[in-house]
């Protein structure tokens, strides 16, 4: 897949690894990671709604023993207009471990397992002042469809970004 192709190798430690929400007893660690890092608080009940719908489409990055990062998505046909829409709804990784590309390989592993799924599109919405998600998800080819005011509890603003795929 083209995916595949611009992300290149991560790192040269052998010991991260990549792997599928296996079941409930992980809950506590996703919580962990996003709840660190992301400025909406959600509560348990919207974890397990992805969760419970879409396991396969969450992605947990591990490296030895430790979490380090997360996506969690939903893919379904929006009833507008007949697409079948993916959704990052959560991206997070631990501090220690960013500007690695591991935040990028997180999403190029949900838009390749949205891609096989038929997505027609996916779409996302991040704060406006959050220059470095901006970059990366412009930089795979999201485009801004929407300015959202006060999108946010904190009342800042987001866009809601689109990647196109058919």
Known sequence: LFFALIVGPMTEDEELEFVDYKGEEQLDTIISLIQNDLSEPYSVFT???FL???PHLCILAKYKNDFVGVAVNRQEMHSKNRV???YIAMLSVRRDFR???LG????VLSIERMIQANADEIALE???KNIAALRLYENLGFVRERFLHRYYMSGQGAYRLKLYLR
Do not use: P
Not at 104 to 107: A, F, I, M, S, T
């Open 47 to 49: 974890y397990r709604y």
């Open 52 to 54: 419970k719908n879409w």
């Open 84 to 86: 079948n829409r993916g």
């Open 99 to 101: 500007r690695k590309g």
């Open 104 to 107: 990028k390989k997180l999403v």
């Open 126 to 128: 991040t704060e406006t």
